[in-house]
């Protein structure tokens, strides 16, 4: 049996400047009408930095969605049509202000594919060299420095929340054994 939902009727309900929300009418494949709220979105590039000592790199931030505060590498959206490798250097040098001189991408993730199409590109980041961040208007970080030991236990214990970052974390274990 053929799985694919077939588009009837694209529903525009929301324009933003980072998201569009559709409420689209759509054919299952037993020929049923039904409707799918989804977020369109440009997508986002992540980096786990690692130094040579081998320590990572997690800023904290409030997260207004969860009113709380979260450790995550750094991250940001990809405006539209940008690189995600070149998105994901900026982000390095706006968030924790280091440069690398290794970089290359561990995964590609759909984070909550039952609501958006968002894809999320996460690299890993070596060699690094540290200079001065540069913050968004609206951003407030902590720059944390934690072994990675240490944060792969942080993984274990339940502690971190962000899915980027616990597969980014858990991606480089497998990696480095």
């Not at 995964?107 to 894809?119: M, Q, V």
Request: proline letters at 4%.
């Amino acid at each position: 049996m053929d799985r694919e939902e077939k588009t009837v009727k694209q529903n525009l309900i929301y324009d933003g400047k980072i998201l569009q929300l559709y409420n689209d009418e759509i054919l299952t494949p037993n020929g049923k009408t039904a409707y799918r709220e989804i977020i369109n979105h440009h997508g986002g590039a992540s980096i786990l930095p690692i130094d040579d000592e081998g320590n990572i790199y997690l800023v904290e931030q409030y997260r207004y969605a969860y009113k709380q505060l979260l450790l995550e590498i750094p991250a940001g959206k990809l405006e539209k049509g940008e690189d995600a490798l070149e998105c994901a250097k900026r982000e390095l040098k706006e968030e924790i202000g280091a440069d690398c001189k290794e970089i290359k991408m561990i995964d590609l993730i759909y984070p909550t594919p039952g609501y958006t199409n968002e894809p999320l590109h996460i690299f890993l980041a070596k060699g690094l060299t540290f200079g001065d961040t540069k913050w968004d208007d609206d951003e407030f970080l902590n720059i944390k420095k934690i072994p990675f030991d240490k944060a792969l236990e942080m993984v274990r214990n339940g502690e971190l929340k962000d899915a980027k970052t616990v597969i980014a974390i858990l991606r480089y274990a497998l990696f480095k054994e």
